[in-house]
T-cell receptor, first 112, second 114 residues
Framework: DAKTTQPPSMDCAEGRAANLPCNHS???????VYWYRQIHSQGPQYIIH???NNETNEMASLIITEDRKSSTLILPHATLRDTAVYYC?????????????FGGGTRLMVKP | ETGVTQTPRHLVMGMTNKKSLKCEQH?????MYWYKQSAKKPLELMFV???????ENNSVPSRFSPECPNSSHLFLHLHTLQPEDSALYLC?????????????FGQGTRLTVV
């Protein structure tokens, strides 16, 4: 079972910031938070990940609360091409590899 | 382009057929994965290979048989499938086992079992 909870869908106006929330209240100390997205009929695409500190890259920013029980993915200026299902995942890391358990995700619709 | 290539992109097969899905990664990664994505369901992890050894099998029926001949290639052999096995099959790779690095996914093979 996925360890995260996300709203099933969200809308965002083109050019505005998209803020996607995720709850992961059972996260353990050494587990990372990953975000992926899946555009229709394509494979998932990595966006960003973090442990405790906020992270930023060319695609997005990740804000993790101090207690690490929730996080928010921010797309600063959403475009129509950002329409996708966004998955928040808590990594299940063991010696075998990074076992990503996907939940239902949030379907983000960016509208003109 | 993610560096992970899957072939074929689409496959239609009968229930008595035998077919294979192929995945190739050019990223120098040591871990490879098979996922299944059925309609309106989350992605399900099927198999994990680390350094060419299978390390995870998530209760997958034996009609799905993975093979990892080397660290760059991963196959999924299919035989006597059922219509409910129709799905998008995704391959992924990541750098090293035991490290928190991102996974790179292929575009998937859309399988239809008739």
């Amino acid at each position: 079972d996925a360890k995260t909870t996300q709203p099933p869908s969200m809308d965002c106006a083109e050019g505005r910031a998209a803020n996607l929330p995720c709850n992961h209240s059972t996260i353990s100390g050494n587990e990372y938070v990953y975000w992926y997205r899946q555009i229709h009929s394509q494979g998932p695409q990595y966006i960003i990940h973090g442990l405790k500190n906020n992270e930023t890259n060319e695609m997005a920013s990740l804000i993790i609360t101090e207690d690490r029980k929730s996080s928010t993915l921010i797309l600063p200026h959403a475009t129509l091409r950002d329409t996708a299902v966004y998955y928040c995942i808590v990594s299940d890391l063991n010696n075998a590899g990074n076992m990503l358990t996907f939940g239902g995700g949030t379907r983000l619709m960016v509208k003109p | 382009e993610t560096g992970v290539t899957q072939t074929p992109r689409h496959l239609v097969m009968g229930m008595t057929n035998k077919k294979s899905l192929k995945c190739e990664q050019h990223l120098g990664h040591n871990a490879m994965y098979w996922y299944k994505q059925s309609a309106k369901k989350p992605l399900e992890l099927m198999f994990v290979y680390s350094l060419e050894e299978r390390v995870e099998n998530n209760s997958v029926p034996s009609r799905f048989s993975p093979e990892c001949p080397n660290s760059s290639h991963l196959f999924l052999h299919l035989h006597t499938l059922q219509p409910e096995d129709s799905a998008l099959y995704l391959c992924a790779s990541s750098q090293d086992p035991g490290m928190n690095t991102e996974a790179f996914f292929g575009q998937g093979t859309r399988l239809t079992v008739v």
